[in-house]
């Protein structure tokens, strides 16, 4: 019966997981294309690598949220002890959404006047070598 809890644990978690992480990145796009100034280049990369560190947290906190099981609870009420172990995730996932959004739209401009002045610098031409400086006296 416990295993049952489990898998019932990690179905849910990682089809919420994988629903999110697609929703976040397909509607996310547009929010940070505005935060970065209008820099899609910019946004599109910062949203594939918040995708990225979206799977890397879940999937590493859904793993954690696997220890610790109590047996007995488990066994006598399976489903409302699922409910708290995928609703925590869910809680903790949430806050951590939340707390990514303020900081982007925060910083968000920054970041884009930063990125864009890297370009700028390594857009500007190289010095041409210098010619040697004629010798006096000959």
Do not use: F
């Given at each position: 019966m416990l295993e049952l809890g489990y898998l019932l644990y990690l179905g849910i978690s990682i089809a919420m997981t994988v629903w999110v992480a697609r929703t976040?990145?397909?509607n996310g796009e547009v929010f940070l294309v505005k935060c970065f100034?209008?820099?899609?280049?910019l946004?599109?990369?910062?949203n594939h690598l918040l995708v990225v560190g979206f799977y890397l947290v879940n999937i590493g906190f859904i793993a954690l949220r696997m220890d610790g099981?109590?047996?007995?609870?488990?066994?006598?009420?399976?489903?409302?002890y699922v409910?708290?172990?995928?609703?925590?995730?869910?809680?903790?996932?949430?806050?951590?959404?939340f707390f990514n959004m303020?900081?982007?739209?925060?910083?968000?401009?920054?970041?884009?006047?930063?990125?864009?002045?890297?370009?700028?610098?390594?857009?500007?031409p190289l010095p041409a070598a210098m010619p040697p400086l004629p010798r006096e006296g000959r």
């Open positions: 976040l990145s397909k100034g209008q820099d899609a280049q946004a599109k990369s910062t099981w109590n047996e007995q609870k488990a066994m006598a009420s399976m489903i409302p409910a708290g172990k995928v609703g925590l995730s869910v809680l903790v996932l949430g806050a951590m959404h303020a900081m982007i739209a925060r910083y968000g401009r920054t970041v884009a006047h930063w990125a864009q002045d890297q370009e700028a610098v390594q857009a500007l």
